[in-house]
């Protein structure tokens, strides 16, 4: 098998693990109201379920970080995913609260493994590409999240219950990912050796990325975790249509993402960064000041233009900042999801209660702003093709150093 052959069906394995991942995230935060009406989760203790999960994804990122120092990301990814899709089958088929308990920590546990594992593949893939390929993989996940989100909005409709509306996805998607999981593709660059760590003083240059990401999550996660409620309680929307505005945030995120590596190549990651910011800022706006619920939507639409470009481009300028220990750079990367998923929907919901949910959606807005300030971490305009110069001779990539497109 030739290298071509071999990445391009890395490439293709990955981005459905990407998809497969969507497929499961949106099932499940698409139906918290109903995990919460099973288990008889009361309102005050329904923050600490939520916040178990991303505790316990960032410990295991933390995890992944040391682990890939003795196995392959592609190893780590192969048993990771299987599990996250079996946990959230577990979801829907306990009866008592220690059972979601469970279920919910060994989603947390694995899905860190997962996250950090797939974004390691995807950045030591857009190495060996030599262009920019992590939005692509993104926009799987964007994918696989509206066909998680509609199955929710179907189960929501019907009246069907947690395990029949999860079964045909875990059925469909286990025995998927397992096969495709033999054609991942690790170490894609010919002489590299990781490092062992970021050096010294390497977490300093990370932080503004790192920063980035927590930012970019609490936009997503106020998204994920608030706009259901949001559009039926302050908007006034039935039950049925409060399920669409996740729909529409991921529809929006696959539009932006399969665009956005071509905007990465022409203009480089910085401008789409900065760019995309504004977008997201604006959505929040939208939101916030929103009559109805048609023009809330049109809100969740801006956002999800806004901020799909963030979190793919922030995983790679970490790979470009560290090309000698970027698994390690994405697995520190990483834990920074969970933190903003775990700061953004306690803090929009405290600024909720005490002000107004209205006035709460400013607050992501301010921190989504921050990325603006930061965008000097993304690159010059010449980073765009990940962490090589190149040039094309045919349909090969030729090497012509890295020295001008570090970070």
């Known amino acids: 098998m030739t290298d071509d052959v071999r990445l391009r069906r890395g490439r293709g394995a990955l981005g459905f693990s990407f998809f497969a991942q969507g497929v499961a995230f949106a099932l499940l935060v698409t139906r918290i109201p109903a995990i919460q009406d099973r288990y ?21 990122s933390v995890a992944t970080e040391h682990l890939v120092k003795r196995v392959a990301p592609s190893a780590v990814l192969r048993w990771a995913q299987p599990l996250v899709l079996l946990s959230l089958l577990g979801v829907g088929t306990g009866s008592q609260m220690w059972h979601v308990a469970v279920a919910l920590g060994v989603f947390g546990l694995s899905v860190g493994a997962l996250d950090a594992s797939m974004n390691m593949l995807g950045v030591s893939l857009q190495r060996a ?38 079964l045909p996805a875990v059925v469909v998607l286990v ?42 999550y609490i936009g997503d996660s106020t998204v994920a975790n608030w706009s259901a409620k949001y559009l039926q309680d302050v908007l006034g ?23 956005g590596d071509l905007g990465v ?8 960064v900065r760019a995309g910011t504004l977008v997201a800022a604006a959505g929040f706006g939208v939101v916030a000041a929103a009559p109805g619920a048609w023009v809330g939507m049109l809100g969740f639409t801006l956002l999800g233009i806004g901020l799909c470009v963030i979190v793919p481009q922030t995983f790679a300028a970490a790979g470009r900042l560290f090309p000698g220990a970027s698994d390690t750079a994405v697995a520190r990367l990483n834990i920074f999801n969970y933190v903003g998923f775990l700061i953004g929907s306690p803090l929009v919901g405290a600024v909720g209660d005490a002000w107004s949910y209205r006035g709460a959606m400013l607050v992501p807005m301010a921190l989504v702003l921050v990325t603006l300030l930061q965008a000097r971490s993304f690159g010059s305009d010449k980073a765009r093709y990940g962490v090589r110069h190149e040039r094309r001779a045919g349909d090969r990539v030729v090497d012509v150093g890295r020295g001008g497109n570090e970070v």
């Open 129 to 166: 590409y030599g262009r920019s390929i992590m939005l692509g993989f993104h926009a799987a996940y964007s994918l696989g999240g509206i066909l998680g989100a509609s199955a929710a909005w179907a189960g929501a409709h019907w009246h069907l219950s947690l395990f029949t509306g999860y």
């Open 265 to 272: 190549r022409r203009f480089g990651a910085a401008a789409v």
């Open 237 to 259: 929307s039935s039950e049925q249509m409060a399920t669409v505005p996740y729909n529409v945030y991921m529809v929006t995120t696959l539009v932006g993402r399969a665009v």
């Open 175 to 216: 025995p998927l990912v397992v096969v495709l999981s033999r054609r991942y593709v690790d170490g894609t660059v010919p002489g590299e050796v990781q490092e062992k760590g970021l050096g010294s003083g390497g977490f300093k240059l990370l932080l503004p990325l790192c920063l980035v990401m927590a930012c970019a």
């Open 40 to 60: 008889g989760i009361s309102d005050g203790l329904l923050p600490a379920f939520l916040a178990a999960v991303p505790i316990l994804a960032g410990v295991s």
